[in-house]
């Protein structure tokens, strides 16, 4: 039993803090909020040389073999800067189903290229209709002579304008008709019948919807062995909830610090805001589930690797405890920072809508927490 | 980094299992379980602390020369977490946890040699003097006298919210020696034998239905000079680095996964006609889980920074508030799993010896009381209100 960051951490949150807070200034926020892609290339090339981009991913195919509290150190240097960069997208999940699902072949050819910082990936997943269901796609891939087609439509497609694959999940359609198992179909960008509709994602990045028209797709586009992908993507979800709970920690910080010295510095009756009783047990309660929230998301990381009832309960627990608490450190930023909160000239408003983002992605609180109760038995799944 | 225990401390978990198996009886578990005030009458608590003593394990935060078990941090977190799975009794904290450090870090060597052996074997039984009628919060205002005469203080005033000071044969008390301008000054810390004559307990029964509270007078009570801690007028602070232990005992969340797993057993079982199916309630016995679990998570952390010898910082006021307010929660979920059952008061106690057939199950029995006592955790102690200027002063910087 040790929760003590080994020299290695200690020495990738040094230096990730740095590069955040060198990098990723309101200005730099300011010039990306209108890049196409929504981030910075050349900043991406970077996290590559700094070993950021092969870190989870395997020794045996070019990476660092870290694991995810390795990724959490850096997803939490990445909230305070609100890092826009795909490395959720990229890494995050795209690298984590190719390693999960992929054939050898398809590992040696998309692992080695994102540890170089050569391949943006994306994952569309989610459907209107499921909500966040991860069992529930209707999206349906029919066998054809010698390949796949695919039809249905994609929401919340993180970063799908810019990656250069996008990997979907769809049913396999049965010889008669109906939908069979789910899998996952390697789409390069530009496939025809891909149609994209991109828009700026809430607290930064971009996002699109994604239909897919009789998409047609060589053989080899399905990723692994054709076998159920759904225990795959449950498990990458976990862990991406896991990292996106470390991401949400760093927004909080840097929330409660920057409302913290602005009730010192703001006057009000004659006196800081922070001389008042009411405004200190505020800033004690956010404090408080900063803290929280660092326990469950570092809790989460640490079960990344459990047995998938225990993993899911600790993604759960720590969805929907990061979640309220993001919620409460965000709206309670705002209020402090009176009527200046709720104007977009401070970037306090940015981060608010990243953690809104942060609670809805892969569902909020009441969502997770259901799916705790269902998890332990409490209720039926 | 690494969530389990190392082969050496999971021979020392299954060697506090084993003691437990042999050494923790049905009767005492029973009487543990229907006992829904804060602390284990002395019969059940006492009872448990000899079997503790017996086995070496009666002080586990003590240093090796006063009997202490030489235990790390992560063997006294293994010790308290398997205690609380297995339900051994909640054995008074106020002297080995409480006035036993402040002995030892403050105390002369006779008051050392005198009192730790008492405190450990059970003999002495102890209450903590601290809050008065206008001295809650603003403990430091507090006003019972000691004025000095010749080789004794001679005492008077009031205490109250005093824990067991009808069984206990000692009591640790701040009292003024000196006016002056700092209420904090001139406060002593004395240790005063409950049978001097002077010394009178009123009865405070609280909102359960339980007798664990009083309030004690003092009416010109002559206890000795050497009886005082440390220096004359220091006593807050020892005070104060007490109340640190009272907080941040560290190891709470244990408990708490016991007491839902109770109300979680409740909940499944026939006699609430399955509470669990009501969503509302699954759903927030989920949310207490995952509280604890934070909690948890938040102790661990604490203790890997102990075992490095790291200063975990000013988290004991976390902890406590957490600590708090989760009870509150779990013994809130309670009430609404027994649902009308609720309704019926049993004023006998204790629950383990009554005389009659209670008028529902019997482990239905210490819920509501548990609920209705369990206000006071976010008021004794230092109240959340006051943990939240400590965390805005000490964490916060304000």
């Given at each position: 039993?040790?929760l003590?960051?080994?020299d290695?951490?200690?020495?990738?949150?040094?230096?990730?803090?740095?590069f955040?807070a060198e990098?990723f200034?309101?200005?730099?926020r300011?010039t990306t909020?209108?890049?196409p892609l929504g981030?910075s290339?050349?900043?991406w090339?970077q996290f590559?040389?700094?070993?950021w981009?092969?870190?989870?991913i395997s020794?045996s195919?070019?990476g660092?073999?870290?694991?995810?509290?390795?990724?959490?150190?850096?997803m939490?240097?990445?909230?305070?800067?609100?890092?826009?960069?795909?490395?959720l997208?990229t890494?995050?999940?795209?690298?984590a189903?190719?390693?999960?699902?992929?054939?050898e072949?398809?590992?040696?050819?998309?692992l080695?290229e994102?540890?170089?910082?050569?391949?943006?990936?994306a994952?569309?997943?989610?459907e209107r209709a499921?909500?966040?269901?991860l069992?529930?796609?209707e999206?349906m891939?029919t066998k054809?002579g010698d390949?796949?087609?695919?039809?249905g439509?994609?929401?919340a497609?993180?970063?799908g304008?810019?990656?250069?694959?996008?990997?979907?999940?769809?049913?396999v359609?049965?010889?008669?008709?109906s939908?069979?198992k789910?899998?996952?179909?390697v789409?390069?960008?530009?496939t025809a019948?891909?149609?994209?509709?991109?828009y700026?994602?809430?607290?930064?990045g971009r996002?699109?919807?994604?239909d897919?028209k009789?998409?047609?797709?060589p053989?080899?586009?399905?990723?692994?062995d054709?076998?159920?992908?759904l225990p795959?993507?449950?498990a990458?979800v976990d862990?991406a909830?896991a990292?996106?709970?470390?991401?949400a920690?760093?927004?909080m910080?840097?929330?409660?610090?920057?409302?913290l010295e602005?009730t010192?510095?703001r006057?009000?009756f004659?006196r800081?805001?922070?001389a008042?009783?009411v405004?200190?047990?505020r800033?004690?309660?956010m404090?408080?589930?900063?803290?929280?929230?660092?326990?469950?998301?570092?809790?989460?990381?640490?079960m990344?690797n459990?047995?998938?009832?225990?993993?899911s309960?600790?993604a759960?627990?720590?969805?929907?405890?990061?979640?309220?608490?993001?919620?409460?450190v965000?709206e309670?930023s705002v209020q402090?920072?009176?009527?200046?909160?709720?104007t977009?000239?401070l970037?306090?408003?940015?981060?608010?809508?990243r953690?809104?983002?942060?609670d809805?992605l892969?569902g909020?609180s009441?969502?997770?927490?259901?799916r705790?109760?269902?998890?332990s038995?409490r209720t039926?799944? | 980094m690494?969530l389990?225990?190392?082969a050496?401390?999971?021979?020392?978990e299954?060697?506090?299992?084993?003691?437990?198996?042999t050494?923790l009886?049905p009767e005492?578990k029973?009487a543990t379980?229907?006992?829904?005030s804060?602390?284990?009458?002395?019969?059940?608590?006492?009872?448990?602390?000899r079997k503790?003593?017996a086995?070496?394990?009666?002080a586990?935060g003590?240093?090796?020369?006063?009997?202490g078990?030489?235990?790390?941090p992560?063997?006294?977190?293994?010790f308290e977490?398997?205690c609380?799975?297995?339900?051994v009794?909640?054995?008074?904290?106020?002297?080995v946890?409480m006035?036993?450090?402040?002995i030892?870090?403050?105390?002369?060597?006779?008051?050392?040699n005198?009192y730790?052996?008492r405190?450990?074997?059970g003999?002495?039984?102890?209450?903590q003097g601290?809050?008065?009628?206008g001295?809650g919060s603003?403990?430091?205002?507090l006003?019972t006298r000691?004025?000095?005469?010749?080789d004794?203080?001679?005492i008077?005033?009031t205490?109250i919210?005093?824990?067991?000071?009808h069984h206990a044969?000692r009591?640790?008390?701040?009292?003024?020696t000196?006016?002056s301008?700092?209420?904090?000054?001139?406060?002593?810390?004395i240790?005063?034998?409950?049978k001097?004559?002077?010394?009178?307990?009123?009865?405070?029964l609280?909102?359960?239905g339980?007798?664990e509270v009083?309030q004690?007078f003092?009416?010109?009570?002559?206890?000795?000079?050497?009886?005082?801690?440390?220096?004359?007028g220091k006593?807050?602070?020892?005070?104060?680095y007490?109340?640190?232990?009272?907080?941040?005992?560290?190891i709470?969340?244990?408990k708490?996964r016991?007491?839902?797993?109770?109300?979680s057993?409740?909940?499944?079982?026939?006699?609430t006609g399955?509470?669990?199916?009501?969503?509302?309630?699954?759903?927030r016995m989920?949310?207490?889980?995952?509280?604890i679990?934070?909690?948890?998570?938040?102790?661990?952390?604490?203790?890997?920074?102990?075992?490095?010898?790291?200063n975990p910082g000013a988290?004991s006021?976390?902890?406590?508030?957490r600590?708090?307010?989760?009870?509150?929660?779990?013994?809130?979920?309670?009430v609404d799993?027994?649902?009308?059952d609720?309704?019926?008061?049993?004023?006998a106690r204790?629950f383990?010896?009554?005389?009659h057939?209670?008028?529902i199950?019997?482990?239905?029995?210490p819920?509501?009381?548990?609920?209705?006592?369990?206000?006071?955790?976010t008021?004794f102690?230092g109240?959340?209100e006051?943990?939240r200027?400590?965390?805005?002063?000490?964490?916060?910087g304000l």
């Amino acid at each position: 039993m040790d929760l003590n960051l080994s020299d290695e951490q200690r020495l990738l949150r040094e230096s990730a803090d740095r590069f955040v807070a060198e990098t990723f200034t309101a200005d730099h926020r300011k010039t990306t909020a209108n890049e196409p892609l929504g981030f910075s290339a050349a900043i991406w090339k970077q996290f590559a040389e700094l070993g950021w981009l092969a870190l989870p991913i395997s020794e045996s195919y070019g990476g660092l073999g870290g694991g995810a509290v390795d990724v959490g150190i850096l997803m939490e240097a990445f909230g305070r800067g609100l890092v826009t960069e795909p490395y959720l997208s990229t890494v995050v999940i795209g690298a984590a189903l190719v390693t999960e699902c992929g054939t050898e072949a398809q590992k040696q050819a998309i692992l080695p290229e994102i540890a170089e910082g050569g391949l943006y990936l994306a994952m569309a997943h989610s459907e209107r209709a499921a909500r966040f269901d991860l069992g529930k796609v209707e999206t349906m891939a029919t066998k054809t002579g010698d390949g796949w087609r695919l039809n249905g439509a994609k929401t919340a497609v993180l970063d799908g304008a810019a990656a250069c694959q996008i990997i979907v999940s769809a049913r396999v359609a049965n010889a008669n008709g109906s939908s069979g198992k789910l899998c996952l179909f390697v789409v390069p960008a530009g496939t025809a019948g891909l149609s994209l509709r991109d828009y700026s994602r809430l607290g930064g990045g971009r996002g699109c919807s994604l239909d897919l028209k009789n998409v047609q797709l060589p053989a080899d586009a399905l990723l692994g062995d054709g076998s159920d992908a759904l225990p795959a993507i449950e498990a990458v979800v976990d862990r991406a909830m896991a990292a996106l709970g470390a991401e949400a920690v760093g927004i909080m910080q840097t929330l409660l610090q920057t409302t913290l010295e602005y009730t010192k510095i703001r006057k009000q009756f004659g006196r800081p805001l922070s001389a008042n009783q009411v405004i200190r047990h505020r800033l004690a309660d956010m404090a408080m589930q900063c803290d929280e929230a660092r326990s469950m998301a570092l809790r989460a990381a640490l079960m990344a690797n459990a047995e998938p009832v225990a993993r899911s309960r600790a993604a759960s627990g720590a969805k929907a405890k990061i979640g309220k608490c993001a919620r409460f450190v965000a709206e309670q930023s705002v209020q402090l920072h009176g009527a200046m909160g709720v104007t977009e000239e401070l970037d306090i408003g940015l981060y608010f809508k990243r953690l809104l983002a942060f609670d809805t992605l892969f569902g909020g609180s009441a969502h997770h927490y259901r799916r705790h109760a269902a998890l332990s038995g409490r209720t039926q799944a | 980094m690494d969530l389990t225990f190392n082969a050496e401390e999971r021979a020392f978990e299954q060697e506090v299992r084993d003691f437990l198996a042999t050494n923790l009886t049905p009767e005492l578990k029973r009487a543990t379980a229907l006992t829904p005030s804060v602390f284990s009458d002395p019969d059940i608590g006492m009872a448990w602390q000899r079997k503790l003593h017996a086995k070496g394990w009666g002080a586990p935060g003590w240093p090796v020369e006063h009997g202490g078990p030489d235990w790390t941090p992560a063997q006294r977190w293994i010790f308290e977490a398997e205690c609380a799975r297995a339900g051994v009794p909640n054995v008074n904290v106020m002297g080995v946890k409480m006035v036993g450090p402040v002995i030892i870090g403050f105390g002369t060597a006779e008051q050392k040699n005198f009192y730790l052996p008492r405190i450990l074997s059970g003999e002495d039984y102890w209450c903590q003097g601290y809050s008065e009628p206008g001295s809650g919060s603003d403990l430091s205002s507090l006003k019972t006298r000691a004025v000095r005469e010749g080789d004794d203080y001679i005492i008077n005033g009031t205490k109250i919210w005093t824990t067991h000071a009808h069984h206990a044969n000692r009591m640790f008390a701040l009292v003024r020696t000196n006016e002056s301008e700092r209420q904090q000054d001139g406060i002593s810390f004395i240790l005063i034998d409950m049978k001097s004559s002077g010394i009178t307990t009123r009865p405070i029964l609280t909102i359960g239905g339980d007798h664990e509270v009083n309030q004690v007078f003092f009416d010109d009570v002559r206890v000795p000079v050497a009886n005082r801690v440390g220096e004359e007028g220091k006593g807050w602070t020892y005070g104060k680095y007490l109340l640190e232990f009272e907080r941040g005992a560290g190891i709470a969340s244990a408990k708490l996964r016991e007491a839902l797993r109770t109300i979680s057993e409740l909940a499944v079982s026939d006699v609430t006609g399955r509470a669990i199916d009501d969503p509302d309630i699954a759903m927030r016995m989920s949310e207490v889980e995952v509280d604890i679990d934070a909690l948890e998570m938040t102790e661990l952390r604490v203790l890997s920074a102990l075992q490095t010898g790291q200063n975990p910082g000013a988290v004991s006021s976390i902890l406590k508030l957490r600590n708090s307010e989760i009870r509150q929660a779990v013994t809130k979920l309670g009430v609404d799993v027994i649902g009308n059952d609720g309704l019926a008061v049993e004023p006998a106690r204790p629950f383990y010896k009554l005389n009659h057939e209670p008028a529902i199950p019997e482990e239905l029995l210490p819920v509501v009381p548990e609920y209705l006592n369990g206000r006071a955790y976010t008021i004794f102690g230092g109240s959340s209100e006051i943990q939240r200027d400590i965390i805005a002063k000490m964490v916060l910087g304000l």
